[in-house]
């Protein structure tokens, strides 16, 4: 059931959980993570990039796709289909092409721009049912071509753009896109922490939920975080999982080089990932 992200993340935050959102690719991506909410009856936020847009040719045959996939597939779960780190141009084309939610990434704009272009888009965002996610401070390294230095949020500039209405909100507290380097310093907390006490019931958004320790993403939801993003952790599991595929001669065996067969064993760890960060992250249950 396609939703807005707001109630879910409400009931989250409430209820000391937090929400996964996955980002999508292609359909295996999209059927697998719909498939594992249902099945574990979580609600979850389906995120996309500008790039995995563009690659999907558009976010009009993502909305087209994801609508008639949750319909196909009988998805009762709340389902939430999200642009993830959208620029100001890229908020409109997903409003028009029927998205649930949307992120601006005003993160690398001075804060006055960053407030200005926020609060324009939460009013055409909540004009039109949907949720909005805004960030403050940014999110180290990159996802697909957006690179952050993974500055810390200032706190009181959290509570301005929280002020501006959003529904949740990421704010830079060390985390990082991709895999963590050895020498990583872990989450700053004492940052979290801050933010939480400015930001009150606003839901935080934990970006960069590949390979964060689980007691470090415990303590994280205990500190006021109802949305964790995962994206490169499905992608190493369905490379690993095909890799084992194609090195075992299975793609050589009968019809193995059919592509619902070559595909399969990538989506079914994609599906194990998904149930995995479900569990850790409390949603089982909870639609
Ligand atoms: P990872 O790729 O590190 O899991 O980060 C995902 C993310 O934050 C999407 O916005």
């Known amino acids: 059931m ?11 935050k409430e209820g000391h959980y937090a929400v996964g959102q996955f980002n999508i690719n292609n359909l295996e991506w999209t059927k697998a993570i719909l498939q594992t909410a249902q099945e574990l009856n979580s609600p979850v936020i389906l995120g996309v990039s500008e790039g995995a847009g563009k ?35 890229g908020c409109y084309k997903c409003i028009k092409a ?13 804060i006055e721009e960053n407030i200005e272009k926020t609060k324009e888009l ?17 999110i180290g390294g990159e996802e697909d071509g957006v690179v952050g230095m993974g500055e810390c949020a200032d706190p009181q500039e959290c509570k301005m753009i929280a002020d501006l209405g959003v529904d949740m909100l990421a704010a830079g507290i060390g985390n990082i896109h991709g895999k963590y380097p050895e020498n990583w310093a872990g989450l700053s907390f004492e940052t979290l922490d801050a933010i939480q006490q400015k930001t009150g019931e606003m839901p935080l958004v ?16 205990s500190l006021g975080v109802a949305k964790i993003n ?9 490379q ?8 075992a001669g299975k793609d050589l065996e009968g019809k193995g080089f059919d592509p619902r067969k070559l ?25």
């Open 122 to 138: 939460v009013a055409v965002a909540h004009g039109l049912d949907m949720s909005i996610e805004a960030e403050v401070g940014s």
């Open 230 to 238: 995962v994206n490169t952790e499905c992608q190493l599991s369905f």
């Open 98 to 110: 029927g998205f649930t939610s949307i992120m601006f990434d005003g993160s690398h704009y001075a």
């Open 263 to 287: 595909l399969a064993p990538g989506a079914a760890a994609i599906k194990e990932t998904v149930k995995v960060k479900m569990e850790l992250f409390g949603s089982v249950g909870k639609a």
């Open 206 to 221: 934990l970006h960069g939920g590949t390979g964060i320790p689980e007691d470090m993403i415990k303590k994280a939801i």
């Open 55 to 89: 690659y999907m040719t558009g976010f009009g045959t993502v909305a087209a796709m994801v609508r008639a996939m949750d319909k196909e597939l009988g998805i009762t779960v709340p389902v939430a289909l999200h642009l993830d780190h959208g620029t100001y141009d």
């Open 240 to 247: 690993e999982a095909t890799r084992k595929y194609i090195e």
């Open 2 to 12: 396609l939703v807005s992200a707001t109630e879910m993340l409400k009931k989250a």
